[in-house]
């Protein structure tokens, strides 16, 4: 069945590092693939997005290319911030609904 | 402001207590949604509602029973829960019920900690 994978965190950085979560997927279809955050005692909102193949979601200064060829929609940035601590999940469309992954904490430091 | 409010945040009861969390949706949409997170487990679909009408059921265990009276609220009420059942329960909404050709944003609540005891 349809499903994602996600790296394992929990991932620590300081401050103007660089960030690569790394996100792969398993679908029958041809789905639209997402990145959520989720902050501290808040529910999950939308980071971005990619609805096929090469598409660029960004927001942020965050992004992520949809790789068809190697089923991967990996999240960067290219200087984090200590506001950018939080949980983040991959997730994919499915028939009704989305697939989450487990999520990767992210902690940056200053 | 997401527009997804959940009562209570905080839910502590006992094995045999009956309680509802409530979930309420300010943005017109169609389609909601209930989901259990755990702890490094990927988020769990628990219900789908489309339109006031049940589409999805996860093989939810019966202690668990949705409701869903119009499509700006949702409920689920609880009784008779296993220790195991303790988690964040999360309230979602999409203006319409999502499909791979269909990408709506799911905009989510805050979440209703739960604790059996």
């Known amino acids: 069945g349809d499903s994602v994978t996600q790296m394992e965190g929990p991932v620590t950085l300081s401050e103007e590092a660089f960030l690569t979560i790394n996100c792969t997927y398993t679908?029958?279809?041809?789905?639209?693939l997402f990145w959520y955050v989720q902050y501290p005692g808040e529910g999950l909102q939308l980071l971005l997005k990619?609805?096929?193949?090469?598409d660029k979601g960004s927001n942020k200064g965050f992004e992520a290319t949809y790789r068809k060829e190697t089923t991967s929609f990996h999240l960067e940035k290219g200087s984090v911030q200590v506001s950018d601590s939080a949980v983040y999940f991959c997730a994919l469309t499915g028939a009704n609904n989305l697939f989450f992954g487990t999520g990767t904490r992210l902690t940056v430091i200053p | 402001e997401t527009g997804v409010t959940q009562t209570p945040r905080h839910l502590v009861m006992g094995m045999t207590n009956k309680k509802s969390l409530k979930c309420e949706q300010h943005l017109g949409h169609n389609a909601m949604y209930w989901y259990k997170q755990s702890a490094k487990k990927p988020l769990e679909l628990m219900f789908v509602?489309?339109?006031?009408?049940?589409?999805e059921n996860n093989s939810v265990p019966s202690r668990f029973s949705p409701e869903c009276p119009n499509s700006s609220h949702l409920f689920l009420h609880l009784h008779t829960l296993q220790p195991e059942d303790s988690a964040l329960y999360l309230c979602?909404?999409?203006?319409?019920?999502?499909?791979?050709?269909?990408?709506?944003?799911?905009?989510f609540g805050p979440g209703t900690r739960l604790t059996v005891t």
């Open positions: 509602y489309n339109f006031k009408e049940q589409t």
């Open positions: 979602a909404s999409s203006q319409d019920l999502i499909r791979e050709r269909a990408p709506y944003e799911q905009y």
């Open positions: 679908a029958t279809g041809y789905p639209s």
């Open positions: 990619a609805t096929k193949a090469d």
